[in-house]
């Protein structure tokens, strides 16, 4: 994962985590600011009666009729004692009789007792509007957004900050792996060379066998390597693979090494259709299975290696004998090695993991500790 793409995600995670901490304050504050609009609502319904009281009072019995107040977004009415409308513009079913402010959902009114015989023989004044909390909805709303957007900012700027001294330690470090992978290249060339110079003019003994062997193992790390290093700066392009030659080859490779353990690796290879898939993407996938199942394999057993097609999609398994896995779900982290004595640097399956999630390669996996793993690649 690149710098940015991590500070990123631990901000934003960060940041979940603190606007999850802040949503139980928020929430009473929300609580809060309705209750304050409710009252201010209520309020707006004491100052809308007095107007219709105070029209009512200002009333004389000379004048020819009484006009009513009518407002845009209240309604009212004057009721009897028994609350029958004497005159209504309330379009609600009242629910509660009683004098006072009342809540119905989103419908508020207030009842206001009238003195008797007075107000054209009205008993009750009510005075209704909508309520609505979208002003509170919004400005909590806001709030939350103002303070995601801070913290996640903030987040994001020290994370980065507190960074940067560890950037610069991986920097020198990836300039010393890129530097000694450069070094490990050419006198383990030297050796490899050597080596089969010696086997062509005398008869193969032992100890070169070993010499041999080992110098694969150190090949296939530094292949990991090298190709850990170049990921993000070569574009590895498609070719059209014959996969049962390309396989037979790389078991061919690693025959000597099993041999050290005296491991017989079983071919079941079967013809494929052509596979679209770069060469060194593929070569990186089988050897780490080969490598790996030649490594956690108990001695004088055997590795089963098959090719076949099934649903007109090539099906590759590779099935050792061996230790197991106790936790599957590891085993692609990188650097992660369930047993640190076997060697290697737990690259390689993080690798395998990478190149089969871009290639939409399918995986299954069947382990079982002190019995032996078997993995199959499904390709598309």
Known sequence: MKDSQYSAKYALIYTSLVSVILLTPLF?????????????????????SLLIIKAMQEYSQNEEYFEYPRFKTFESGLYDKSFKPIFSLINYNIKYFKDGYHLDANDAYLIVKLPKERYFGAAYLIVKNELSFAVVYEKVMMILFSVVILVFILSLFFLQTFAKPFQKVNEKLDNFIKDSVHEINTPLSIINVNIDLYNRKNEPNKYMQRMKAATKVLSNIYNDMDYLIKYDKLKYENESINLAEFLKERIEYFSEVARMKNIHINKDIQECPTLEMNSKKLQRVIDNNISNAIKYSYENSQIDVSLYTKENKC???????GVGIKNIDEIFSRYYREDTSKGGFGIGLNIVKSIIDEENIELKIDSFPKKGSTFLYIFS
């Open 28 to 48: 009473f504050y929300f609580i809060y600011m309705k209750n304050i609009h409710s009252i201010h609502n209520e309020l707006l319904l004491k100052e809308k």
């Open 315 to 321: 099906h590759l398994s590779f099935r050792d004998y």
